[in-house]
Nanobody, 117 residues
Framework: QVQLRESGGGLVQAGGSLRLSCAAR????????MGWFRQAPGKQRELVAS??????DYADSVKGRFTISRDITMNTMYLQMNNLKPEDTAVYYC????????????WGQGTQVTVSS
């Protein structure tokens, strides 16, 4: 059974930074296309960053502020978030991206990020 566990969220002031982690069990993070998603209250879940063997892509709203990466030895994916804004407040999730879509069976609990103004 695939398990993805997000951690690293918290409360931070605008302009601050956080690093989210996504620890994986039974899948190899470096051998899958992966993504970070977020869901704000009352909004749909959206993809904010994705990584493949060739490239990393970002939503326009986070481009230049967020960086996605993965550690082969730790089998973990990260999301470095800098210059956080109140509109970044959401629950953040990681997932495998299969043919452009997340795998519904792999959703974890997510990690809450709250940015105060």
């Amino acid at each position: 059974q695939v398990q993805l566990r997000e951690s690293g969220g918290g409360l931070v002031q605008a302009g601050g930074s956080l690093r989210l982690s996504c620890a994986a069990r039974t899948i190899v993070v470096s051998m899958n296309d992966m993504g970070w998603f977020r869901q704000a209250p009352g909004k749909q879940r959206e993809l904010v960053a994705s990584i493949t063997a060739r490239s990393a892509d970002y939503a326009d709203s986070v481009k230049g502020r967020f960086t996605i990466s993965r550690d082969i030895t730790m089998n973990t994916m990260y999301l470095q978030m800098n210059n956080l804004k109140p509109e970044d407040t959401a629950v953040y999730y990681c997932n495998v991206v299969n043919k452009g879509s997340p795998v519904s069976a792999y959703w974890g609990q997510g990690t809450q990020v709250t940015v105060s103004s």
